[in-house]
């Protein structure tokens, strides 16, 4: 499936409620990042990570956290802080920075209930 | 940070014709220029990528422009098939290990028969 595994496919929040998306990948990438997916929005990035335990905020990281403790996996937790996160989430990767391409997941559809 | 924009953000064209996806960007280091197509319900996936130090690439039915002088870049699909209907997204950004692609809104082609 690519090399890079995202999980679950769907998930359900409710109100209050902190959730973590899982993001797994065997491609040896150095780099990993999480954009988010809204309608008219294109992808805007959350957070990335280029190198294991170091990671920035992207544009949008207000009501995320991420965590970076092995090469493969790069989870994000939507916190109860983020007020709107009904979204596709998608997670991607690359060898060493962007100028390669990145390989994206197949992401999770997050809903607010 | 960089600012990428594209139109259109709907086009509709016969089966056989061309299609024009059009993108500008705001800072002067990009040069790096991907184009993701995503289907309906997958993953975005790269069809093609351009460096500053070429004005055009070519991939069978798919070409990109690239003018960095007026930091626009354009992707081009001729004898467009239904199976081309998908919304395309263009990026940009700097080479480099820190670097992170900014997106576009995105455009849904749709072909006609």
């Known amino acids: 499936d690519g090399g890079i595994t995202q999980s679950p496919k769907y998930l359900f929040r409710k109100e209050g409620q902190n959730v973590t998306l899982s993001c797994e990948q065997n491609?040896?990438?150095?780099?990993m990042y999480w954009y988010r997916q809204d309608p008219g929005q294109g992808l805007r990035l959350i957070y990335y990570s280029q190198i294991v335990n170091d990671f920035q905020k992207g544009d949008i990281a207000e009501g995320y956290s991420v965590s970076r403790e092995k090469k493969e996996s790069f989870p994000l937790t939507v916190t109860s802080a983020q007020k709107n996160p009904t979204a596709f989430y998608l997670c991607?990767?690359?060898?060493?920075?962007?100028?390669?391409?990145?390989?994206f997941g197949s992401g999770t559809r997050l809903t607010v209930v | 940070g960089e600012n990428v924009e594209q139109h259109p953000s709907t086009l509709s064209v016969q089966e056989g014709d061309s299609a024009v996806i059009k993108c500008t960007y705001s800072d002067s280091a990009s040069n790096y220029f991907p184009w993701y197509k995503q289907e309906l319900g997958k993953r975005p996936q790269l069809i093609i990528d351009?460096?500053?130090?070429?004005g055009e690439k070519k991939d069978q039915r798919i070409a990109v422009t690239l003018n960095k002088t007026a930091k626009h870049f354009s992707l081009h699909i001729t004898e467009t098939q239904p199976e081309d209907s998908a919304v395309y997204f263009c990026?940009?950004?700097?080479?480099?290990?820190?670097?992170?692609?900014?997106f576009g809104t995105g455009t849904r082609l749709q072909v006609t028969l």
């Open positions: 990026a940009a950004a700097p080479t480099g290990t820190a670097s992170k692609l900014t």
């Open positions: 991607a990767s690359s060898p060493r920075g962007s100028d390669y391409g990145y390989t």
């Open positions: 351009i460096r500053s130090n070429v």
């Open positions: 491609l040896n990438h150095d780099a």
